[in-house]
Nanobody, 119 residues
Framework: QVQLVESGGGLVQPGGSLRLSCTAS????????VDWFRQAPGKDRELVGR????????LHVDSVKGRFTISRDNAKNTVYLQMNSLERADTAVYYC????????????WGQGTQVTGSS
């Protein structure tokens, strides 16, 4: 069993930065691809980006490309989401989810961390 815990969310002014962490316990995270999602109030959950097990390849959706960067430190069992140039539209609960090789469904989800753009 793996538990994923997101942290690092908070209140940030437009143009500011935050770094979210997704830390795993119970088993090594290195055998999982990890995706970041977000869900804004009244909207569906959407994919933000992905990082494969080795960390050698990432994917970022167009709305965050050039502003957000996903990375991982398998020695620390942690995946990061560095968010720069934050916009009001980035306000959402951010989740990480892990998926083992060959699986289409996600194995584990975190509880989410709130990111709020302030006025």
């Amino acid at each position: 069993q793996v538990q994923l815990v997101e942290s690092g969310g908070g209140l940030v002014q437009p143009g500011g930065s935050l770094r979210l962490s997704c830390t795993a316990s119970g088993r090594t995270l290195s055998i999982y691809d990890v995706d970041w999602f977000r869900q804004a109030p009244g909207k569906d959950r959407e994919l933000v980006g992905r990082i494969i097990r080795s960390g050698d390849s990432t994917l970022h959706v167009d709305s965050v490309k050039g502003r957000f960067t996903i990375s991982r430190d398998n020695a620390k069992n942690t995946v990061y989401l560095q968010m720069n140039s934050l916009e009001r539209a980035d306000t959402a609960v951010y989740y990480c989810a892990s998926r083992a090789l060959g699986r289409t469904a996600y194995d584990y989800w975190g509880q989410g961390t709130q990111v709020t753009g302030s006025s």
